[in-house]
């Protein structure tokens, strides 16, 4: 079974002071800008998203662990897991699962605070979620005043456009211009 300790200690050992510099300010990290307060390894996202296919046993709670570091590669790997398991869960038509997933994803969406992250997540956890069910979780993030929750409910909503279903994302872009 993967463990938190496990996945931290590849990340100490993978991480890169150098790109990490580059990587905070292209995620505009300083006091005031969108990114304030993120830290990042300077892991690149071919080697998160390895590492991530390692931990797809990670617990829910450990995945939360994750989720709540200021640390931009451990949100993001965490989310790279919940894909993963929610792929599985899909795949294997266990409905009870996708549900706990979306679920989760959402008492946790103030840890799915950047483009990135956003963009990853939305269409592939509550887009895909969502395809055959009420989408009224999507009008209410649109309202919001938190920017993120208002990108999470367009981006969501690409999943829809893949499967030519447009209705959904044109409402919405009109709630949000």
């Known amino acids: 079974m993967a463990s938190l300790k496990k996945l931290e200690k590849i990340l100490e050992k993978n991480k890169n002071p150098e790109k990490a510099k580059v990587l905070q300010g292209f995620f505009k990290t300083g006091k005031g800008q969108y990114g304030e307060g993120d830290i990042f390894l300077g892991i690149v996202v071919p080697d998160q998203r390895k590492i ?3 931990f797809t046993n990670l617990s829910l709670k450990d995945i939360k662990t994750l989720l709540n570091s200021k640390i931009h590669e451990k ?3 965490a989310l790279f897991i919940l ?5 599985i869960a899909s795949k294997n038509k266990e409905d009870n699962k996708k549900e706990q997933i979306f679920n989760f994803y959402l008492d946790n969406i103030k840890n799915v605070n950047n483009w ?11 887009g895909e979620f ?5 989408r009224d979780i999507l009008y209410k993030l649109s309202k919001s005043d938190n920017i ?5 409910a ?6 829809f456009i893949k499967n030519d ?10 709630i949000l211009l």
């Open 130 to 134: 969502l395809k055959d069910r009420k």
């Open 154 to 159: 367009i981006l969501s909503t690409f999943y």
């Open 83 to 87: 894909i993963d398991k929610h792929k």
């Open 52 to 54: 991530a296919k390692e």
């Open 75 to 77: 949100r993001l790997i």
């Open 148 to 152: 993120w929750e208002r990108r999470i």
């Open 116 to 126: 990135d992250l956003v963009d990853l997540s939305a269409p592939n956890i509550l």
């Open 165 to 174: 279903d447009f209705s959904d994302s044109l409402k919405i872009a009109e």
